[in-house]
């Protein structure tokens, strides 16, 4: 149900729209606490991906426990760690490609699922989780040398105060930069109670210190003196590549821009590998 309403996009009048927003208008007001349990389930289930992949040569697994619980990681090569995170609904799957290029290059890629995520542990994804479970991550890390992270992976990144990230590079594929913009008008879209999304919203910012109208990665970025790059598809239908453009205006971002990869495919192609190497060019000059 989650990857419905954070996916769909819907256009004009839509008939079941107005009905799950009759329905859960009407749940809220007559049982407020089942339905913000229902809200829960309905709103923060990620869809654990069973796409199969094929996994590179010398992948290791090893579960890490954090704050949020066990996390699976996956690690590949051997030197200076770059740490890769996804989206929603995705899984460390989607960086085999990536892992096995960063490999090569003389890196060690290390991969994880967020929680409810992959083979991590969790029931609920949120972002203030994905961001504890990431600062977990690299507390158990000497140091790092960058960062690669994907769609909503982006904003987790961005959102992170740990300070090994302070000067380091990233590597943001697809990222959503505008997202408490993305996320209301992608609820509100759906028809789903308002209301009712925000009491769970106000449950999980109580929780983690975490308001929502505090997160801004497009201000997170814009504030960061380490060298970024963006890569994006002008077509993305799912993170808005206007603000990624209006990232570029940054001197310390570079926008690498594709044509026709989608927010998916983008993961497998050459010009991510293109993006990661001018990361570690920019690092060795």
Not at 202 to 226: F, T, V
Not at 238 to 244: L, M, T
Request: glycine content about 8%.
């Amino acid at each position: 149900m989650s990857s419905k309403i954070y996916f769909k996009k819907s256009r004009g009048f839509d008939l079941r729209r107005r009905l799950i927003n009759l329905t859960t208008r009407l749940h809220h007001r007559i049982a407020p606490n089942h339905a913000r349990s229902v809200a829960r389930k309905v709103l923060l289930t990620p869809v654990r991906s069973k796409k199969a992949a094929a996994e590179p040569a010398g992948l290791t697994r090893k579960p890490i426990a954090t704050s949020e619980g066990m996390m699976m990681t996956y690690s590949l090569g051997e030197g200076p760690t770059w740490v890769l995170g996804h989206g929603w609904s995705g899984s460390s799957r989607q960086f085999y490609t990536l892992m096995e290029h960063i490999a090569a290059s003389g890196f060690k890629a290390l991969a994880f699922d967020n929680p409810a995520h992959g083979e991590s542990e969790g029931q609920f994804g949120h972002l203030p989780g994905f961001v504890a479970a990431f600062d977990s991550i690299l507390e158990q890390q000497n140091c790092i040398a960058g960062v690669v992270a994907h769609s909503m992976g982006g904003a987790m990144v961005l959102e992170s105060r740990h300070p090994l990230l302070q000067d380091k590079p990233v590597l943001l594929v697809a990222p959503v930069l505008n997202y408490t913009e993305n996320l209301i008008s992608t609820v509100e879209r759906s028809g789903y109670s308002m209301k009712l999304f925000h009491d769970v919203v106000e449950d999980i910012a109580e929780q983690y210190h975490s308001p929502l109208d505090s997160i801004n990665p497009l201000n997170r970025l814009n504030g960061r003196q380490a060298k970024a790059v963006i890569v994006h598809d002008k077509y993305d239908r799912f993170a808005s590549y206007a603000h990624s453009e209006l990232a570029s205006t940054n001197q310390n971002v570079t926008l690498i821009t594709t044509e026709g990869l989608g927010h998916g495919r983008i993961l497998q192609s050459d010009q991510l590998k293109s993006g990661f190497d001018m990361l570690i060019t920019e690092q060795k000059g």
